[in-house]
């Protein structure tokens, strides 16, 4: 369970709720304050009160436009110049090539090559440069990029462990406190999905500054279960085999070094969804919400709607973190569920 945090704790974070406060001045006019949706379809469903934080109508289709674009414009002028490089399987790399394209910065970004379609295709169109790797083959995309870094001098934007991504993805956390005040809502739980913690330590960060009695869960698909073994042992556990798997954008090797300790301080645990529970999760929001979840997006979704946590008599918050999804894919699994 999560615990009290400590002014001392607090400063040991790579980020405190101050950082996510300016994130949110520099994304002001930048960002889409995305909404906080209810359907009383899904409320039924739950048994409580479920509201849903779609991130798929943020610029790029996901999160990760906030986190980039916080730390590439807080880049100097020289910086700038020279470029940024990121490496991704497609929401970070949209995301940066988007903050990039916005502030006149080139930007090259690395890709495994048999990343989804959409998510190659709407980074090249963002201006981005895409150089493509074999991850089946066991090519390290990390070494790649820092050496296109320190060859062109370009700036490397992590895409989870590094302070401005993380207090970038929180301005989704300080979103949530004011727009459930506004639902006159009071939350009892946030659900996040989560590959490498950007996106739920920034939320729990902001959330429970705000509301220090709300529970956070970390939320992965089956097989990719680093954080809720992590929080379990206390150390970053990693995953075994092969970086592939329907949620394609929450399959990062093993929770961050600089996001891991604020997920352990301040969630309340793990939560795993299988793949079935994430096509009904996209299937749910697209019916009841007219939502177009990617399946990775949808796992927080499907926590609750599987009752992974107790929703009943509850106001739970849900984030559904992008929507770039292959349209083949997609139109498959809405199918299925004909």
């Known amino acids: ?69 916080n730390k590439v414009v807080q880049l100097s002028a020289g910086d700038r110049a020279r470029g940024v490089v990121a490496y991704s399987s497609g929401n970070h790399a949209q995301g940066v090539a988007a903050a990039a394209m916005r502030l006149g910065t080139p930007a090259v970004i690395v890709m495994p090559d048999d990343a989804p379609a959409v998510k190659r295709a709407g980074t090249a169109r963002w201006g981005a440069e895409v150089i493509t790797y074999d991850r089946q083959a066991g090519e390290d995309r990390v070494a790649i990029t820092e050496e296109i870094a320190a060859t062109r001098g370009m700036t490397l934007i992590r895409p989870y462990d590094d302070p401005d991504i993380m207090a970038g993805q929180g301005t989704v956390g300080q979103e949530i406190v004011a727009q459930a005040a506004e639902h006159g809502a009071v939350i009892d739980q946030v659900l996040v999905p989560c590959g490498g913690g950007g996106l739920t330590s920034g939320v729990a960060t902001a959330v429970r500054a705000a509301l220090p009695g709300v529970s956070i869960y970390a939320v992965e698909p089956a097989g990719f279960d ?31 070094r600089l996001t891991f300790p604020v997920v352990q301080k301040l969630c309340a645990g793990g939560l795993v969804v299988s793949d079935d529970e994430v096509r009904a999760a996209m299937r749910a ?54």
């Open 285 to 338: 929001a697209f019916a009841h919400l007219k939502l177009v979840a990617e399946p990775g997006g949808a796992a927080a979704l499907a926590a609750a709607l599987s009752g992974k946590t107790d929703l009943a008599g509850r106001t739970t918050v849900v984030v559904m973190s992008g929507g770039n999804v292959d349209p083949q894919l997609y139109a498959r699994i809405i199918a299925d569920g004909g």
């Open 1 to 69: 369970m999560a615990t009290m945090v400590t002014e001392t704790d607090a400063q040991a974070f790579a980020i405190q709720a101050s950082d996510v406060a300016a994130a949110a001045e520099r994304l002001s006019g930048v960002a889409v304050r995305t909404p906080l949706l209810e359907s009383a379809a899904l409320n039924d469903a739950a048994g409580g009160r479920l509201l849903v934080k779609p991130e798929m109508l943020q610029v790029t289709g996901s999160f990760k436009f906030r986190g980039a674009f």
């Open 226 to 256: 680093d954080t809720m073994r992590s929080l379990a042992s206390g150390q970053r556990e990693s995953n075994d085999g092969p970086e592939t798997g329907l949620c394609d954008s929450l399959l990062a090797p093993q929770p961050g």
